[in-house]
């Protein structure tokens, strides 16, 4: 198994003063497979996101990705596999403002003992012709591109999505929707989709959905859409 999470639980607070946020949370994901987790605000979604990452940890329970046992790592281990097994997206872009679109993208070449090839990317993600400007020359849209390129130049094993069209529009969304479909068909990335938008769930193999902590729903996917024919 690719991913896999045991009965894996995270609580914040302290001094009788404690929330829950993750309770008892198991699941698992195959390689090349696209996942969508979906809840309300609050449901606990993102943080299960950052603990796959190696951005936060569980208090208890075991996270297994790739091979990798991130639950009992140290700082310096969670680094490295960070480094090498993961690529994020976020809601917000996080550019480098004075960095031009190849600049931010080399940035995280440099990382990668196995980087993929930039000038592909930039053809793949329709930025080519975009490369020398900087963020503040682009549409929320050309941002969010050269922000997937960014994450996947690395060629990472496993891609992290929090929120990816959270900041777009319905259109931009679409395309950005389609875009990440296309790489995980050309580059068999794993990826993992925290959202809101509902109708992500047609267009992945699996869907989670979490409610108050808890995974209320975990199924396959079998009447996926393609992502230019789902519509909310």
Same mark, same amino acid.
């Given at each position: 198994?690719?991913?896999?999470?045991?009965?894996?639980?995270?609580?914040?607070?302290? &001094?009788? &003063?404690? @929330?829950?946020?993750?309770?008892?949370? !198991?699941?698992?994901?195959?390689?090349?497979?696209?996942?969508?987790?979906?809840?309300? !605000?609050? !449901?606990?979604?993102?943080?299960?996101?950052?603990?796959?990452?190696?951005?936060?940890?569980? /208090?208890?329970?075991?996270?297994?990705?790739?091979?990798?046992?991130?639950?009992?790592?140290?700082?310096?281990?969670?680094?490295?596999?960070?480094? /090498?097994?993961?690529?994020?997206?976020?809601?917000?872009?996080?550019?480098?403002? &004075?960095?031009?679109?190849?600049? &931010?993208?080399?940035?995280?070449?440099?990382?990668?003992?196995?980087?993929?090839?930039?000038? /592909?990317?930039?053809? @793949?993600?329709?930025?080519?012709?975009?490369?020398?400007?900087?963020?503040?020359?682009?549409?929320?849209?050309?941002?969010?591109?050269?922000?997937?390129?960014?994450?996947?130049?690395?060629?990472?094993?496993?891609?992290?999505?929090?929120?990816?069209?959270?900041?777009?529009?319905?259109?931009?969304?679409?395309?950005?929707?389609?875009?990440?479909?296309?790489?995980?068909?050309?580059?068999? @990335? @794993?990826?993992?989709?925290?959202?809101?938008?509902?109708?992500?769930?047609?267009?992945?193999?699996?869907?989670?959905?979490?409610?108050?902590?808890?995974?209320?729903? /975990?199924?396959?996917?079998?009447?996926?859409?393609?992502?230019?024919?789902?519509?909310?």
């Amino acid at each position: 198994m690719f991913l896999e999470m045991k009965s894996v639980i995270k609580s914040y607070g302290e &001094n009788g &003063n404690v @929330t829950t946020v993750l309770n008892q949370v !198991s699941a698992s994901l195959d390689k090349g497979k696209m996942c969508a987790i979906l809840g309300p !605000s609050g !449901s606990g979604k993102s943080t299960l996101l950052n603990i796959i990452g190696g951005l936060d940890r569980a /208090d208890s329970g075991q996270v297994n990705v790739n091979g990798h046992e991130i639950s009992a790592m140290k700082d310096k281990e969670l680094s490295y596999y960070r480094r /090498d097994n993961l690529g994020f997206i976020f809601q917000f872009y996080n550019l480098v403002p &004075n960095l031009t679109v190849r600049e &931010n993208i080399e940035v995280c070449e440099y990382l990668s003992e196995k980087p993929l090839q930039l000038n /592909d990317l930039l053809h @793949t993600l329709g930025l080519w012709e975009h490369q020398d400007k900087f963020p503040r020359q682009l549409s929320g849209g050309q941002q969010q591109r050269t922000a997937i390129a960014r994450a996947l130049v690395k060629n990472p094993v496993l891609l992290l999505c929090d929120e990816p069209t959270g900041a777009l529009d319905y259109k931009t969304s679409k395309e950005i929707l389609i875009l990440l479909e296309e790489i995980n068909k050309q580059y068999g @990335t @794993t990826m993992l989709i925290v959202t809101h938008n509902s109708a992500v769930q047609d267009m992945v193999h699996r869907v989670i959905k979490i409610k108050d902590g808890q995974i209320t729903k /975990d199924m396959e996917n079998e009447t996926r859409l393609a992502a230019s024919d789902i519509s909310w």
